[in-house]
């Protein structure tokens, strides 16, 4: 064992939590509690980066914290899975800070120490998350996740976001508690340990265990996860867009859905294992079950004016990318799914940016009072531009390697109805994000079925408080292209998944 990996990876686990603890502290000092997050956030990428040409060298990184049975244990491990969820989770995050604090000041939101402390909690939480070593760990910090994200969803206290912020908490608890805890139980009972297996083939479940419970154990693991937002259990994420933008971010693109999808994928290699998946035939019907999300959550996102909600249904529709690459079981379209959490994550973050940006400015929400807003606003239009095509999965940016994977994936599955699927997805991207672009850029200021919020002109992008947000929109839309471009770092860790 190495031990100075063991202590990165114990620092990366801490940074947030003792972020939170500086922001606490210096709440009546807003430049110092933000410098306190800034430095949380960077601390916590330099340790998770730190660990990557380890893990590319095919060292073994793992961390006991304490044991509480035989076989029952809080443990942190580092392998390539996890540090493509980690480094792009505690990258995006130092971006967020800054963007945040733009937008709350702009907006003169309330609370503000309170939001800062809850979005390093959160963090806190997906870092567990992605450097758990077994189901146990993995299922404390899920849930330490949706603790603390909670006052986030609810931040504006109002009835609105109380609805939102219960309607939050009861699925995504509720689904966990009834579904992933009596699994996790059972399993532990079957096999004495939940620790992951080392590699994504074997599993860890008894070769004689009968198929029936094998798929029982399964879909409880697939549905309890509820943050992964396959329908019909994703209700909570269209209801979680009353939050504050950046909380929006937080929950599509950080933290919250990918854990959500992390974790069932997770489970899906390390505990079941792709060899026992196969015999039990549950990967072509999991890719055809998380294609229906694909699909209508599509079709749902093109009849929404309200631009977070068509952005709250692109990320259930694109969830399901990542565990649809996973469910059909070849190295192509496991690479292309995993590649699409580090993929999505920047262009989403990107796409959350531009909308808050846009509200902070013009006060305006809906995408039918956006007519002209690309030629006073071209920074953040552009921004939103380059990240619609990562989403649609043009080439040449960091979408299109994720879709092309997958694609190549379900072709040597040999499945032409996953085919079909991903080709209609990609339309219906298009179709739902080009008229926000084309409208913006080309629709006419004040035309007649394009109401407008106030008729003072957008604030400007050059405005300290706008650059605050347009500055981190423009890097993250940035690196949605070289994504496609250089897409080797995510790469190369997906190749160590495969021995």
């Not at 309170?114 to 567990?128: E, Q, Y």
């Not at 996953?418 to 850029?441: E, R």
């Not at 050059?462 to 292209?481: K, Q, R």
Request: some cysteine; charged content about 10%; glycine content about 8%.
């Amino acid at each position: 064992m190495d031990h100075p990996a063991d202590l990165r990876l114990l620092g990366a686990l801490l940074a947030p939590l003792l972020g939170a603890g500086l922001v606490m502290a210096t709440g009546r000092r807003p430049n110092l509690r933000e410098a306190c997050s800034l430095a949380a956030a960077l601390t916590l990428f330099a340790l998770t980066a730190s660990l990557v040409p380890d893990v590319l060298a095919g060292r073994a990184l793992r961390c006991p914290v304490f044991e509480l049975l035989p076989g029952l244990r809080v443990a942190l491990r580092a392998d390539a899975m996890s540090l493509l969820f980690a480094v792009a989770a505690s990258f995006l995050w130092g971006l967020t800070v800054f963007y945040s604090a733009g937008y709350m000041r702009g907006l003169r939101e309330h609370a503000q120490t309170r939001f800062n402390v809850c979005f390093a909690l959160a963090l806190f939480g997906a870092v567990g998350c992605a450097f758990a070593d077994n189901l146990l760990t993995l299922y404390l910090f899920y849930e330490v996740v949706s603790v603390s994200t909670y006052p986030l969803v609810a931040h504006h206290q109002d009835a609105e976001g109380y609805e939102g912020g219960r309607k939050y908490l009861t699925y995504l608890t509720a689904t966990a508690k009834g579904l992933v805890l009596p699994a996790m139980i059972l399993i532990y009972v079957l096999t004495g340990s939940l620790d992951f297996a080392d590699n994504l083939r074997s599993g860890i479940l008894p070769a004689d265990l009968s198929q029936g419970l094998v798929v029982g154990l399964y879909v409880a693991c697939l549905l309890g996860f509820a943050k992964n937002g396959v329908m019909p259990l994703h209700h909570w994420l269209p209801g979680a867009m009353v939050a504050p933008t950046p909380v929006s971010a937080l929950l599509h693109a950080v933290a919250v859905v990918k854990v959500g999808v992390f974790s069932t994928a997770r489970v899906m290699l390390y505990v079941f294992g792709v060899d026992r998946m196969a015999a039990a035939n549950l990967g072509l019907p999991t890719a055809y079950f998380v294609s229906f999300t694909i699909l209508a959550a599509s079709v749902i996102a093109l009849s929404q004016d309200n631009l977070k909600l068509r952005l709250a249904y692109s990320t259930v529709s694109q969830l399901s990318y990542i565990l649809l690459g996973v469910a059909l079981l070849t190295p192509a379209a496991i690479q292309g799914g995993l590649l699409h959490i580090a993929n999505h994550a920047f262009a989403k973050i990107t796409l959350f940016f531009c909308a808050g940006a846009i509200y902070v400015a013009t006060h305006k929400k809906n995408i039918s009072e956006m007519s002209g807003l690309g030629r006073a606003m071209p920074f953040t239009f552009g921004a939103f531009a380059l990240a619609s095509l990562s989403m649609i999965g043009a080439p040449p940016v960091g979408g299109f390697v994720s879709k092309w994977y997958l694609l190549h994936g379900a072709l040597d599955a040999g499945t032409g109805l996953i085919l079909g699927v991903l080709l209609a997805s990609t339309l219906l991207n298009a179709a739902y994000f080009a008229p926000v672009v084309y409208q913006a850029f080309f629709g006419r200021a004040g035309a007649a079925g394009a109401p407008r919020a106030h008729a003072s002109e957008p604030l400007a992008e050059s405005h300290p408080v706008m650059l605050a947000m347009v500055v981190p929109l423009c890097v993250t839309a940035v690196i949605s292209v070289l994504l496609g471009f250089y897409p080797d770092l995510f790469l190369n860790l997906t190749r160590r998944l495969f021995p």
